[in-house]
């Protein structure tokens, strides 16, 4: 039977077993690095992002168990990525029209069409809508770990989900989409 997450945590932080540190990573870099992907919108700021996430956690961090450790980490993730757009927003420059008609090697990832089609649909609605979107529907996070990750209630996690679910309808309706 496959460990937990908080199980695996523990461990290691009990007994400093790096094999169970390695074992959360391998669960959750991919999702967490897209999740990050999305706020910060640079692969390699998200990669040393969730880098810095697990490191964070690594280093003993309070992990008090009122959510599950996936919701906590992304949690961590998400305050770092906010943390790192505040440090940078005075060197952000604007991309020119040229950088947004060429697939950026972060779609590469997403190897279907219609998934990348999804994906940039997804990334031009508002950020609220765009996180509670992953986190519901590609992370399968109830709405109480959303909520938390966000720091939103229940009834805000679902206005956000409603509100994202149709912008997002819009924007793919936009693209050439027929949606029923």
């Known amino acids: 039977m496959r460990e937990t997450d908080e199980q695996l945590y523990s461990r290691f932080l009990a007994e400093g077993n790096s094999a169970d540190l390695a074992e959360l990573l391998e669960r959750h870099r991919d ?5 990050l992907f999305g706020i910060v919108h640079d692969m390699e700021d998200a990669e040393d992002l969730m880098l810095d996430a697990f490191a964070h956690a690594a280093s003993g961090a309070r992990f008090s168990g009122r959510s599950s450790f996936k919701t906590w980490l992304f949690s961590i993730g998400k305050n770092l990525a906010y943390m790192h757009l505040r440090k940078r927003r005075p060197f ?8 947004e008609a060429s697939p950026s090697p972060e ?4 190897k279907e069409e219609r998934k990348q089609q999804l994906y940039q649909a997804i990334q031009k609605l508002h ?4 996180q509670i979107l992953i986190l519901l529907y590609f992370e399968d996070m109830s709405c109480e770990e959303a909520g938390r990750v966000m ?20 924007e793919l309706e936009r693209m050439g989409f027929e949606l029923t």
């Open 107 to 110: 779609l590469s990832i997403l």
């Open 92 to 99: 952000l420059q604007h991309r020119d029209a040229a950088d």
């Open 127 to 130: 950020e609220d809508y765009r």
């Open 151 to 170: 720091g939103k209630n229940r009834r805000q996690v679902y206005h956000l989900a409603d509100r994202g679910k149709a912008a997002l309808k819009t």
């Open 31 to 35: 999702s967490l690095t897209l999740f």
